[in-house]
Structures are given as structure tokens and as C-alpha cells.
T-cell receptor, first 114, second 116 residues
């Protein structure tokens, strides 16, 4: 039972355009969500996070949107750059206690085309 | 990924041997997490430790796997009597205190374990 789902294994976007990566979750106890970027043979690098008390968080070219009623979040990257080509993982946890490990989706491979 | 140090980066073992994976958290971080990633999969949580304490090991296989984070030295993930199915990338992450709204986990570059 996958509690965090990234339904697009890959996404191709032209350089300069907007990249939108989607993530759905099923566990209503999750209240803290994160996006990580991963290059081959490296560990995940933290990008941006959002608490369930917010519906939007922005950091430079990266914006995360959270729709709690739909149990859906998305990561927007604008404008997309060649260095953004990587695998992006959505992760979730309960920040208030209980299990402290992150639950990850399977990732979306973002390819930025010149 | 500067700060969380994992070694070795690559480890090859034969079936039945023991594997020891080490993780030094970022400076000032006292909480360590271990994850496993199988090919084409996301990372799966294994265990969460603070200094000298296991807080949550709900993701650890019941047999052959153990983890520790001693008062001095790195955290160790130990796999005894390895089998082919243990082949994976093992990632360690650290955070300064209990996961909260402003405390993301930061990851090392992982150890790639291959079982012959």
C-alpha cells in the first residue's frame, strides 16, 4: 500500500518553460511534506518543504502547493533549466510525533530539453 | 549533500558474510535515519536513532538487520548473513532534532551494497 504516490515516472519539459511535478498521498495523518532532488550516484538533496498549515511555499524558482482536501501536492519549477534534470521525490511525515521516518514516492524523472 | 558522511560508498559481499555501513551525521545533528532504496523504487524508511537510543525501528527487517548510534563515533547499520535480496543503496540522513516543520532531513550519498 503506497501512501505517497507519484504517478508520472518521467516528465519532459522544454528549457525555460514551467515544470510541474505531482504527488498524491493517502495518509491523512501526514502534516509535513518535502521535495527532494536526486542525481545518479548521489543522495537526495532537500529542495523545499511545506507544513499542512500552509497551502503554498516559495523559494526562488521552486514553489510547492498543497491541497489538503484533495491530498495532493505539486512542485512548480519556473523557469526550468538544464541542471534541473534529475529524479524528484515527494516525501511526507507526521511532524508531531509517532513515526518519524519519511515516506517517499517512487520519484519522477524530470528531463529538461534544450 | 555536504555534511552527512557515509562509508564505504561501495561494498561488495558474498552471501553469508556480514556488511557494516557507517554514517556520520552533520555537525550538530543528533538524530540519524537509515533508508534503503531498491532499483526503480523510492527510499524506504528503516530505522530512526538518537545517541545511544533506537527511537523507531518499524521499517527494519526482523532478522539479520541491526543499527546502533553510540555515544562516540558514527552510526552503524549491520546486516548479518547477507543474501542477494539485500543488494540495494542504503542512505543515511540526519536532522538536528525531532522532525518538525522546519527541520528537513539531510542525506548522505549512500552506500551501494552488492551481494555476489
Amino acid at each position: 500500500d503506497q501512501q505517497v504516490k507519484q504517478n508520472s515516472p518521467s516528465l519532459s519539459v522544454q528549457e525555460g518553460r514551467i515544470s510541474i511535478l505531482n504527488c498524491d498521498y493517502t495518509n491523512s495523518m501526514f502534516d509535513y511534506f518535502l521535495w527532494y532532488k536526486k542525481y545518479p550516484a548521489e543522495g537526495p538533496t532537500f529542495l523545499i518543504s511545506i507544513s499542512s498549515i500552509k497551502d503554498k511555499n516559495e523559494d526562488g524558482r521552486f514553489t510547492v502547493f498543497l491541497n489538503k482536501s484533495a491530498k495532493h501536492l505539486s512542485l512548480h519549477i519556473v523557469p526550468s533549466q538544464p541542471g534541473d534534470s534529475a529524479v524528484y521525490f515527494c516525501a511526507a511525515t507526521r511532524s508531531g510525533g509517532g513515526a518519524d521516518g519519511l515516506t517517499f514516492g517512487k520519484g519522477t524523472h524530470l528531463i529538461i530539453q534544450p | 549533500n555536504a555534511g552527512v558522511m557515509q562509508n564505504p560508498r561501495h561494498l561488495v559481499r558474498r552471501r553469508g558474510q556480514e556488511a557494516r555501513l557507517r554514517c556520520s551525521p552533520m555537525k550538530g545533528h543528533s538524530h540519524v535515519y537509515w533508508y534503503r532504496q531498491l532499483p526503480e523504487e523510492g527510499l524506504k524508511f528503516m530505522v530512526y536513532l538518537q545517541k545511544e537510543n533506537i527511537i523507531d525501528e518499524s521499517g527494519m527487517p526482523k532478522e539479520r538487520f541491526s543499527a546502533e548510534f553510540p555515544k562516540e563515533g558514527p552510526s552503524i547499520l549491520r546486516i548479518q548473513q547477507v543474501v542477494r535480496g539485500d543488494s540495494a543503496a542504503y542512505f543515511c540522513a540526519s536532522s538536528p532534532w525531532r522532525q518538525g516543520a522546519d527541520q528537513p532531513q539531510h542525506f548522505g550519498d549512500g552506500t551501494r551494497l552488492s551481494i555476489l
